[in-house]
Nanobody, 114 residues
Framework: QVQLVESGGGLVQPGGSLTLSCVPS????????MGWYRQTAGKQREMVATLTSSGHTNYADSVKGRFTISRNVAKNTNYLQMNDLKPDDSAVYYC????????WGQGTQVSVSA
C-alpha cells in the first residue's frame, strides 16, 4: 500500500530546475525525520537529503548547494527543490518519512538530458 505519493518529476535540460512534492495518503502530524532518496537502475538507493523535526538538514555531497529539502506543515507536504540539474541527477526519486524503516513513496522519475 502506497502511503506517500510523489509528483513533480519529468524531463529537464541540464542546468534546469524541478521541485518534487510528496503528499501522504494518510494524515501525518509529526515526524522525526523525512527525506528524499534516489535510485538508478542497477545501482543502490542513495540518500539525497534528510530533514528532522528539529530543523536539521543533511545533504549528499553531490547535491549540496543545489538541492533544498523542506516541509510545509500547513499543507502536510514535503518538497525537494532541485536547481542546476545535471545528467547524473537522473534517477527515480523516493520520498521517505521516518527513515529507512519508515514509510516510502512509489517514486517519481527525474530525467536530465539535452
Amino acid at each position: 500500500q502506497v502511503q506517500l505519493v510523489e509528483s513533480g518529476g519529468g524531463l529537464v535540460q541540464p542546468g534546469g530546475s524541478l521541485t518534487l512534492s510528496c503528499v501522504p495518503s494518510r494524515s501525518i502530524f509529526n515526524f522525526w525525520i523525512m527525506g528524499w532518496y534516489r535510485q538508478t537502475a542497477g545501482k543502490q538507493r542513495e540518500m539525497v537529503a534528510t530533514l528532522t523535526s528539529s530543523g536539521h538538514t543533511n545533504y549528499a555531497d553531490s547535491v549540496k548547494g543545489r538541492f533544498t529539502i523542506s516541509r510545509n506543515v500547513a499543507k502536510n507536504t514535503n518538497y525537494l527543490q532541485m536547481n542546476d540539474l545535471k545528467p547524473d541527477d537522473s534517477a527515480v526519486y523516493y520520498c521517505n518519512e521516518g527513515g529507512v524503516g519508515g514509510t516510502w513513496g512509489q517514486g517519481t522519475q527525474v530525467s536530465v538530458s539535452a
